[in-house]
């Protein structure tokens, strides 16, 4: 890579105007996005997104379970070096999260193409299917079935909380594709991201050069007790499914208090039959765990699991536990995170390595080729969140470490490294 | 009355079928009912017990909140003997509850029809709407209404947990009648009623004789906290709604550990977003409190007021409270009370005097009339439930003291005290 290609830089005004276009489709009040996986908005997004991968001439490729790949030059078929995202959100979600990621692969690969530029290895951007998990479980599905950690059949009888099944939305939406999968490995994987978190904005740092992701554990546990009286039922002889599944909530907060860098959340609380004067008979609850240690991880799964046991016998409620995902934490590729820190670097960026507290599509992608994010800072640590927001000058700053990352991971010129890589 | 009006005894076969009749409609697995007031089976179930009342030539009234009113003779329009109670069911009800005591006082007046028996003061049984308080608040509506204790016009305004208004549900199933409320007080107002608890099985006593009913204290809390990602946000830096919910549903039950004959029950728990991985921004919940004194019961709800207000700001989480029902505790008249116990006893059965945990119609009715109940056992304290039973023997028991401790208020022969109550 020339001198001349490491000073090419986005167009921050592009980019904004897609993020801008972006979260118009599912648009909610306070700026917000809703925006699930597979939902008829979901489809619009994805149209308009494919929509402009075709404007730029890449080549635009669907695999079976909706991932959609644009890769350029063309008419390239060797090994690419890919980054993108998903654009899923939440229910109550930001504009930026995954959008940011795919809008500035878009954005970086139309840098590329306008520049004229050639290298050694054809560029790609991604998005993946339902990363957020807030429709069909687990999150990261598409990313797990490109990268051959679900078998593609089985993400496709997946059923949403709303009880539609995965292949029929995908169909609805015109979104199942050709493209096998597992897919053929990238060269490398980069992600752009927002923190989603509070730290760089609290230490002044632009670029978060992220070494890995913390591991992730989401179960269901689901109380059994007795409805009964509210009124005439003596508190001794009660077998309250509530007061089990608040205890656990509890629980779960006082755990990440006694154990460094656990976080835990209690997200999900459903009672049945959820009356003011009804002893709930049924409480169903999510524990989300997360720690950079697998074994931390791993302890804290079991002490939960073993005070619930205790608190629902004092009360006399059953309960069953069932996990809803369970992914290591993952260490990126050192290569990779170097090169994303000297870029941070170079281009005058105060920059900092740090642990993803969330799961992203990137951790999936390690799994079959070198891999590796960046972060920009979220403006209050918020996101998930209608509020979420990141300052242009820091989106601008990300996405141009990217592009430069993107390339010198890609290589000067273009014809002598075609097909260097095999198959 | 004479002693051959007390050896009166009304007809358990004729009394189980209508229960049986009446259990169908809005039949649930497991053998309970689901009839939401003025849902239409909740006016499937009117119309039935109406055609009931129509078959024994009764005088049929209804009033402008959908309360039903049977009377015996049909041309008597002094103030009658009254008997009732309630035929809306909890969405997981079982058979028994309100419907016993509106069924068997149909038997009551059955068997005294029947035997030709005249009675100084007219007989009447009524069923009230809303008395559960499952679909509109507060629960004891219709009675509340009839009593005076709520403006019609307030009443019929009421918002269903479903959206839907009482008004217009009322006049969809057809129950929008004429008789005035507040309504002319009746005579005197007794009331069957399961007991819903577990004290007279647990005591092998057939007949509760109810002294009074406990005060109920319903809010309604919602917490406000911020939604955030559930992986990066540091556990200090949460203002987590689901937290600060289940910490007040620990309080509650922490309460009744430490003051004696309060019972408190949080039975509902709504979270929003509601989603595995997101912190909860929003947390809704109900708290009922009861306590036969209430000077006890006020003082246990400032406390929780406080508690969750420390609780709240430890999390940086705000919170509003709302009152939805507040009734104070009820103290049943001596003299019908005295009765209750007196035919008990005569008709040789064992019986106990206690106060009702739940709220009920005869709570609202003595507020104009001399009032009392008398409880049957509930078979292992189990009530608003599928599994709801009562045995057949303790059901004619304590039907057949409903109709001796009625003709013994209504009081012997016919014209010779017409109008003696005057108006």
Request: proline letters at 4%; charged letters at 20%; hydrophobic letters at 45%.
């Amino acid at each position: 890579v020339t001198t001349s290609l490491t000073q090419l830089r986005i167009d921050r005004e592009r980019l904004l105007s897609r993020l801008d276009a972006l979260g118009e489709i599912g648009a909610i009040d306070g700026g917000g996005v809703c925006r699930l996986a597979l939902t008829q908005i979901d489809g619009e997004g994805r149209d308009l997104v494919v929509s402009w991968m075709h404007d730029l001439g890449l080549r635009v490729e669907v695999d079976g379970v909706g991932n959609v790949v644009g890769t350029w030059p063309a008419d390239r078929f060797d090994a690419p070096v890919m980054t993108g995202s998903h654009i899923d959100t939440v229910a109550t979600g930001g504009r930026f999260d995954g959008n940011l990621g795919v809008l500035a692969g878009l954005e970086v690969l139309e840098t590329v193409i306008r520049a004229g530029v050639e290298t050694a290895r054809p560029l790609a951007v991604a998005f993946f299917t339902n990363e957020e998990g807030a429709r069909f479980a687990p999150d990261m599905l598409g990313s797990l079935v490109f990268a051959g950690g679900l078998p593609l059949e089985v993400a496709l009888d997946t059923v949403a909380i709303d009880g539609a099944v995965l292949a029929e939305e995908l169909d609805r939406v015109g979104y199942v594709g050709t493209l096998p999968c597992p897919a053929r490995p990238p060269r490398a994987f980069v992600e752009l991201h927002i923190e989603q978190g509070p730290i760089l904005e609290a230490e002044g740092v632009t670029i978060g050069v992220v070494t890995g992701v913390q591991g992730i554990s989401w179960h269901e546990l689901v109380f059994s007790g007795q409805s009964n009286h509210a009124g005439t039922t003596p508190i001794d002889m009660r077998h309250d499914a509530a007061l089990v599944a608040a205890l656990t909530v509890v629980a779960v907060r006082r755990l990440t208090e006694t154990t460094p860098g656990l976080v835990g959340t209690v997200g999900r609380i459903d009672l049945h039959p959820d009356l003011v004067n009804v002893v709930a008979a049924r409480a169903s609850i999510t524990v989300d765990l997360r720690h950079a240690d697998d074994d931390v991880l791993t302890e804290a799964e079991r002490t939960i699991l073993e005070q619930v046991g205790e608190m629902a016998a004092a009360e006399g409620v059953t309960f069953e536990s069932s996990r809803l995902a369970r992914f290591e934490p993952v260490t990126f590729d050192p290569a990779v995170v170097g090169l994303v820190e000297q870029v941070a670097v170079e281009h005058g960026h105060t920059a900092r390595r740090l642990a993803s507290g969330a799961g992203h599509d990137a951790q999936i992608l390690a799994r079959v080729c070198p891999a590796a994010m960046i972060f920009t800072p979220s403006v209050r640590g918020i996101s998930h969140n209608p509020a979420e927001y990141t300052e242009p000058e820091d989106l601008e700053a990300g996405a141009n470490v990217l592009l430069d990352v993107m390339l010198r991971l890609a290589g000067a010129g273009g014809d002598q490294s075609r097909g260097g890589d095999g198959s």
